[in-house]
């Protein structure tokens, strides 16, 4: 059976490592007939609706999923296909008894009320029996037009249609209930509750799951995960973060209310239950037990841009002295920078002793586009490298979604250096060395700056 997934146009570099993700934790073998990660659709040749189901009701990325009936690379090639089809086998959802409606959408292409109302008459030869309801039917067909992708020389007619009946519908509405704009606490790098559900798919949590972040923040990840039934902990080494004593983020609010917290959020969407807390905590001096306890770990570590990154230390000797001990209650450790390289050092380290076997690590690597090589990205000897996903941030920079996976093994993080020099090539000042035009045309070309080493050395000393 061939079932189409019209997924949303966005973040789709991250669509088909979801679709693989959600298919292996559901036990579910994928079949491609048709696989992009820049149409807004694939098709699965799947043995049952019901393992179409499974996917669907889980999926972040896919907005409709439906049995497939025909599709055209015309509209006398749809047409022709879709007469040609043994209405007779799908009865039950053409009689008299069930009501129905038929949407219609079109991708880089508006259509009217009138224009719609065209399409569905169109579809006049299909033996629909049962009455019109356009506000709850109790079957929906769906009918798509695919218009290419350029919006100033669209075809005369769509370059793909495809009609079925729809099977189910994605996640997208967890999107909204999740919202930022309407959460209790957040803060200045909340993460965007789309991609904090998408890194729970890529993660496979799933009911029951033991989910760490270690550089937890605001806690947007943790709510992701909870929201599949994660049971979610974490710790951060920023207390006054923790505690929703920072600055507020939000525009115009010059005090944080007294009832914001990091409990309150999982309140908020009644997933407490889920919540097994957090702790301020260094990561680089992990407080967590060190053996296979986690199922998942994910993260978005700061970059060293809009938040510091620290870590317990200090510059100074105190070798010979010790904090006395009516100090040692209400003692703040002094804090060091803790670079990109030691950081991930740590977390992949840490990752690999604390995950069980098939458990996954997913997090953000911050990365200057024209020097990220793949080869290049960080490794361990026990985490399997599944997926690598790029956020295009900048014509300078992007982020890449890294999914490893725990398999047997032992040994130490690999970092390359040359990788983790994010923060000091990210201030380049390319902006006023290279006019706007050829940026364009080098951005066109390469799909990045193209610095040379001599503008690089260049632009550092300015």
């Known amino acids: 059976m061939l079932f189409l997934f019209w997924c949303a146009n966005e973040h789709q570099q991250f669509r088909l490592a979801e679709f693989e993700s959600l298919a292996s934790l559901l036990n579910v073998p994928l079949v491609w007939v048709f696989k992009s990660s820049e149409h807004p659709w694939v098709i699965l040749d799947m043995a049952s609706e019901e393992e179409a189901l499974k996917i669907i009701s889980r999926s972040v990325s896919a907005k409709y999923c439906l049995h497939?009936?025909?599709?055209?690379?015309?509209?006398?090639?749809?047409?022709?296909?879709?007469?040609a089809y043994p209405f007779n086998e799908q009865a039950k959802w053409l009689s008299e008894d069930l009501s129905f409606k038929v949407h219609v959408e079109s991708f880089n292409r508006k259509t009217s009320v009138e224009e719609r109302l065209e399409k569905i008459e169109s579809l006049s030869y299909i033996p629909l029996q049962g009455p019109v309801n356009l506000k709850s039917p109790q079957v929906v067909f769906s009918y798509f037009e695919f218009h290419g992708f350029d919006h100033n020389n669209l075809?005369?007619?769509?370059?793909?249609?495809?009609?079925?009946?729809?099977?189910?519908?994605?996640?997208?509405?967890?999107?909204?209930?999740?919202?930022?704009?309407?959460?209790?606490?957040?803060?200045?790098?909340?993460?965007?509750?789309?991609?904090?559900?998408l890194m729970a798919n890529l993660c496979k949590v799933e009911a029951g799951s033991v989910v760490l972040d270690p550089f937890v923040g605001t806690g947007s990840l943790l709510i992701a995960a909870a929201e599949f039934g994660g049971l979610v902990l974490g710790g951060d080494i920023d207390y006054l973060t923790l505690h929703a004593r920072t600055r507020p983020s939000r525009v115009g609010q010059k005090v944080r209310a007294e009832d914001e917290s990091m409990l309150a959020n999982f309140e908020q969407y009644g997933l407490t239950s889920q919540y097994l807390g957090v702790i301020a905590g260094d990561a680089s001096q992990s407080?967590?037990?060190?053996?296979?306890?986690?199922?998942?770990?994910?993260?978005?570590?700061?970059?060293?841009?809009?938040?510091?990154?620290?870590?317990?230390?200090?510059?100074?000797?105190?070798?010979?002295?010790?904090?006395p001990e009516e100090y040692l209650d209400k003692h703040i450790p002094e804090k060091v920078a803790y670079t990109l390289y030691q950081l991930l050092t740590d977390l992949l380290n840490f990752s690999a002793k604390s995950l069980r076997v098939g458990g996954r690590l997913v997090y953000w690597l911050p990365v200057i586009r024209q020097t990220y090589q793949p080869d290049r990205v960080p490794s361990h000897p026990a985490l399997r490298l599944v997926a690598d996903c790029e956020q295009v941030l900048s014509s300078h920079t992007s982020r890449r979604l890294l999914v490893m996976e725990r398999v047997e093994g032992e040994g130490e993080a690999v970092v390359s250096k040359e990788l983790t020099l994010f923060q000091e090539q990210f201030f380049l000042p390319t902006a006023g060395n290279i006019p706007r035009k050829e940026r364009?045309?080098?951005?066109?070309?390469?799909?990045?700056?193209?610095?040379?080493?001599?503008?690089?050395?260049?632009?550092?000393?300015?």
């Open 287 to 323: 407080p967590w037990r060190e053996q296979a306890w986690l199922d998942c770990v994910i993260t978005d570590p700061p970059y060293g841009i809009r938040e510091c990154t620290t870590r317990v230390g200090t510059s100074k000797d105190y070798s010979n002295q010790a904090i």
């Open 68 to 83: 497939l009936w025909a599709e055209g690379n015309s509209y006398q090639e749809f047409h022709t296909n879709l007469k």
């Open 155 to 197: 075809p005369e007619e769509p370059l793909k249609i495809m009609f079925g009946r729809q099977v189910g519908e994605g996640q997208r509405e967890k999107i909204t209930k999740l919202s930022i704009k309407k959460r209790k606490f957040i803060g200045n790098t909340t993460m965007d509750p789309q991609l904090s559900l």
């Open 440 to 462: 364009k045309e080098r951005i066109k070309e390469h799909g990045h700056l193209n610095l040379s080493e001599e503008e690089i050395k260049q632009f550092t000393k300015k």
